[in-house]
């Protein structure tokens, strides 16, 4: 890193670095054909590449590494081959540039991170694992230190295989959320990450303590065979900014979570930067953003529930939400549809535990009632949550989808949606009702969010937390799970634990905390065992 180092200064402090990488570079070739010759049918060099060939590139070659790639295109020892060039199977990356990880064995599990217009190597060096493929290491800063540690290993006829991360390594790193990141204060990282989102990690190779270095990580999915479809998760990773940062991205499917995440703060003045988001956007894109008029205090007195300060800022500013593409807010009863029928109404709760907000449909036949739900022992409103509206269909399948924290976080991810694809269609002069369309999906429950675990209550017996504990005290055979920890939005799918019976039915749903716990009751009933001492 340069510090303090401006001008010609600068430039021949640069040109300084090249020269001494290009001399390490030189050393590894020397050592590297000795090695060949000395032992040809151990160690056997693949060819070399044409200045005109790495030119051709995706990504930039400084001069140290062309020393290295004129000579050998590659080296094979031991069963091994590493492959320096285009191997025709890159790593598993989807979202990130190609000039940003390259591969230096054709299976992809060993990489590199390759540098701006001033860096003077690639790196740093990043191993995968055969084994326990979310395993990482990163072995070297650089291609360079790589390569000579590769060469030293050779040459005392050490184990040649190192895309075994070792778990013996004395040093560690562990990775953070990428939400962490992104509300922290290393400036640079947060632009590496942006928003970031709750099943994204972030490692910050900038500074590690040594090398070979293990990376602290767990997938956020689980495998342990507790869902009821045939799981298919997988894991993204990728080194950006010439191998400033690994990014480590959870991709959900067919699993439960395996493990609490980090979501997105909710600003304490959410109801009112809500409101005012929303005002501009419906000014500026008034095809995509209609807002009606809120209703009066004397009004909202008369409601059948108790509406607390900051939900009143949101009412008393807003009437109705429309916005291309996505379920129209109702956050003022008068709607036919808000009267929701007897036997939905008992499924999800009774009398006020929660307020009607949306009747959304998805295709054809689906069809559910978005809703914010209410403590009924403090009269907070929390969390809001989309449920089907067939009270058969729930009874059978009991699932749900968490929308937000809150109403003011509900509207705070609309008006965030409204102006990403406002932005996007601009750039790209797509259809912002479309991009609006497919962002929104997850207003109904199971259209393929990412699922937390419902586990038995008898699994909570005994735990200090007191929502949970709540929980554990309804009859055996009822299942309960925990959105405090869950990311925004997520399937709940009570009916794809296994251990919640095939032909079982709901008797109903129970929300504890304003939502911030779920229980499904069995139809043998809700009663509350009786307390012991």
């Known amino acids: ?25 030189e050393a590894v070739v020397t050592a590297l054909r000795a090695l060949a010759e000395r032992r040809p049918d151990d160690v056997t060099l693949l060819d070399g590449f044409a200045d005109a060939e790495l030119d051709g590139w995706p990504v930039r070659v400084p001069e140290a590494v062309r020393v290295v790639l004129r000579a050998a295109g590659g080296v094979t020892a031991g069963g091994t081959t590493y492959a320096f060039g285009p191997s025709g199977r890159p790593p598993r990356i989807r979202s990130a540039a190609e000039d940003a990880t390259w591969a230096l064995s054709p299976d992809g599990k060993v ?10 190597d690639w790196g740093p060096v990043l191993t995968v694992g055969r084994v ?108 950006v900014a010439g191998g400033r940062a690994l990014l480590l991205e959870s991709h959900v499917s067919g699993d439960f979570l395996g493990r609490p995440v980090r979501r997105h703060r909710v600003p304490e003045d959410a109801p009112d930067v809500a409101v005012s988001r929303l005002r501009e956007l419906a000014r500026r894109f008034p095809r995509l953003v209609t807002l009606t008029e809120g209703t009066r205090d004397a009004e909202i007195d008369r409601w059948p529930v108790a509406v607390p300060a900051d939900v009143r800022t949101v009412v008393r500013a807003l009437g109705e939400v429309r916005v291309a593409g996505m379920p129209v807010l109702r956050l003022a009863p008068g709607e036919p549809w808000q009267r929701v029928e007897p036997a ?3 499924l999800i709760g009774g009398d006020g535990t929660y307020w009607p907000l949306a009747r959304v449909t998805y295709g054809p036949y689906n069809t559910s009632l978005a ?3 209410i403590d009924p022992a403090t009269g907070r409103w929390g969390y809001v949550v989309s449920v089907p509206a067939d009270p058969d269909e729930l009874r059978d399948e009991p699932e749900l989808v968490l929308l937000a924290e809150s109403l003011p976080a509900l509207l705070l991810e609309v008006a965030r949606i409204v102006e990403e694809a406002a932005e996007r269609a ?30 038995p209550v008898e699994e909570w017996t005994g735990d200090t937390d007191p929502l949970r504990a709540e ?35 709901l008797d109903r749903l129970r929300f504890l905390g304003g939502g911030e716990v779920v229980v499904a009751v069995a139809e043998t009933g809700d009663q509350l065992r009786p307390k012991t001492c």
């Open 1 to 25: 890193m340069i510090e303090n180092v401006t001008g010609a200064a600068a430039v021949a402090y640069e040109e300084n670095r090249e020269r001494r990488a290009s001399a390490v570079a």
């Open 111 to 120: 990489l590199t991170g390759t540098g701006g217009q001033s860096a003077a």
């Open 132 to 239: 326990d493929e979310y395993a990482f290491t990163v072995e070297a800063p650089g291609f360079l230190a790589w390569l000579e540690d590769l060469t030293r290993r050779l040459a005392e006829e050490s184990p040649h295989d190192r895309t075994a991360p070792s778990a013996a390594s004395p040093f560690r790193v562990c990775a953070v959320p990428s939400i962490e990141v992104a509300e922290g204060p290393d400036a640079e990282l947060a632009a590496l990450v942006g928003r970031g989102h709750s099943l994204l990690d972030v490692v910050d190779l900038g500074n590690l303590p040594g090398y070979p270095c293990a990376i602290s990580w767990e997938p956020y999915f689980t495998l342990d065979g507790a869902t009821a479809d045939t799981g298919g998760s997988d894991v993204d990773y990728r080194l």
């Open 344 to 346: 939905l109404h008992r």
């Open 371 to 373: 809703q914010v739900r």
């Open 426 to 455: 601009a750039a790209s002069g797509s259809d912002p009702v479309s991009l609006i369309l497919s962002a929104s999906r997850w207003f109904t429950p199971n259209t393929g969010e990412p699922w937390t675990r419902p586990v």
């Open 471 to 505: 929980a554990a005290a309804f009859l055996p055979g009822s299942h309960a799970a925990d959105l405090r920890d869950s990311p925004v939005p997520t399937d709940l799918c009570f009916h794809r634990a296994e251990s919640w019976r095939w032909g079982r039915t």
